[in-house]
């Protein structure tokens, strides 16, 4: 079974950084495409990054382009999600999903595992 565990979470002020990262169980973490999305209170998840299974394609939300960054260590199960000049409306929780397929979506719905979420919070 895969399991997922997000860390880094925290509260920040605005134009401030945060690293997030996404440990993975099992085998084949080289094989998922992994992303990361986010939920504000009230609201419906939304994609916020992805990232291949070589690190070469790495798709962002128009909303977070130019301040955060995916990557992934594939010898360590881990994918990171830098996260830099950050605004009042980026918080939320982040949840970090892995879709067992080489083909990279945006949709929530198209991801077989996810972590619990990690809370993050930007204060104005």
């Known amino acids: 079974q895969v399991q997922l565990v997000e860390s880094g979470g925290g509260l920040v002020q605005a134009g401030g950084s945060l690293r997030l990262a996404c440990a993975v169980s099992g085998r084949t973490f080289s094989r998922y495409v992994m992303g990361w999305f986010r939920q504000a209170s009230g609201k419906e998840h939304e994609f916020v990054a992805a990232?291949?299974?070589?690190?070469?394609?790495?798709p962002y939300a128009n909303s977070v382009k130019g301040r955060f960054t995916i990557s992934r260590d594939n010898a360590k199960n881990t994918v990171y999600l830098q996260m830099n000049s950050l605004k009042p409306e980026d918080t939320g929780v982040y949840y970090c999903a892995a879709r067992s397929s080489v083909v990279l979506t945006t949709i929530p719905t198209q991801y077989d595992y996810w972590g619990q979420g990690t809370q993050v919070t930007v204060s104005s």
């Open positions: 990232i291949s299974w070589g690190g070469g394609s790495t």
